[in-house]
């Protein structure tokens, strides 16, 4: 082993905030090295949110041949191939993986291939390199949970599940986060049966209380098969089926998701030898300048437990980079974040749900549910759900929820106007766009309840 080198900063792992913090540091001159065992983008990219919005897009351009043509079209042997899809998605994130090579070569940032582990705060070993560093930040993200119940080490993720080339005619899915109700509704989009076992009554888990009710009533009406409060006790392989016990007795599916969650990934790098404090599922415990108990080592993104979006990851690996190498002092603000599940009808909201902004003081509520007028023509019953919360002592909009078609679109530019604190004044004289559905923003007017 020789030392090479020494870097102003050795990331570990070449996800969006490990790569977005490297990038940053080197624009500000840093001498910057990136290390990543497996392929460049991380799970976002690779196997998460690009290809899975992909596959969405297939879904619903399958659901709309199905349920929602226009009135006048007719559309004779419509098919999807599921190999034909995987085709296409290797070669897309193929393109993509080579944009985040050459954004880093670009940047002057080296690139160093293997997996890594840390002999000491100022040292990062890639094989036989050993990278002598001043900082070091741990970008590793997350992997699947795969101890929940007995048997579920057996079960694919969502890894596998982007990766398939035929669509299974029953899917069983263990969990009811983003990934098990977003994968529910594009995989019966595309066709298969899709039966979901969890534990709570209602599915996403975090969300207002009104956009999960919805969220489920609108599965089930698509012929998603809703199993609340199962008690998962084990699964099995039996011959070319999973077979999943719960306590109403033994299910049987051509194919199943392990959707339980994700835990950080610590594990190999030997940051308990370090004395790096962990927390209860092993995340990088680290101040809000993201920094972790050992002076010089940083975590950001999802190894660290705290807002697990692929944005957020970037916000603080950025942040870092400019606190670090351009004299700021940075923070990233949780509790301002837009978020977003792609279920069918997708879901977004941006700050306070009802019951927290209600623990804080009085609020007031507008609503108001529709069918746009896209679904309305075509003969469909989808629902559009929108709701406001306002603190009932400022007017300050504290929550933005919404259920339906271009949610997430939507609520990336409302996220504006909660960041900046706008007002139910500020909706109520602003002028609509008509016919839009994003128009009822800015027409309620009548109170649904006080809290």
Known sequence: MSDQTEYDLVVVGGGSGGVACARRAASYGAKVALVEGSRLGGTCVIRGCVPKKLLMYASQFGAQLRDGLQPGWVVHEASFSMQAWQQAKQTEIDRLEGIYAKMLQNSGVEVFRGWASLPDANHVQVGQTVLATRRILIATGGAPNRTAFEGLDIAPTSNELLDLTELPAHIGIVGAGYIAMEFACIMRGLGARVSVYYRAELPLRGFDLSLRQRAAEAMQAQGIELHPHSDCKKLERVADQFVLHTQTGAHRFDWILNATGRSPNTEGLGLDRLGVRLGAAGEVLVDEW????????????????????????????????????????????????????????????????????????????????????????????QQTYMKLVIDDRTDRILGIHMLGDDAPEMIQVLGITYVMGATKADFDRTVAVHPTSAEEWVLMREISRRV
């Open 290 to 381: 993201n920094r972790s108990s050992v002076q010089g080592i940083f975590a950001v993104g999802d190894v660290t437990n705290r807002v697990n979006l692929t944005p957020v990851a970037i916000a603080q690996g950025r942040a870092l980079a400019e606190n670090e190498f351009n004299g700021k002092n940075l923070t990233v603000d949780h509790n301002s974040i837009p978020s977003a599940a792609f279920t069918s009808p997708p879901i977004a909201t941006v700050g306070l749900t009802e019951e927290q902004a209600a623990a804080s003081g009085p609020v007031r509520v507008f609503e108001t549910a529709f069918r746009p007028m896209k679904t309305a023509f075509s003969g469909g019953n």
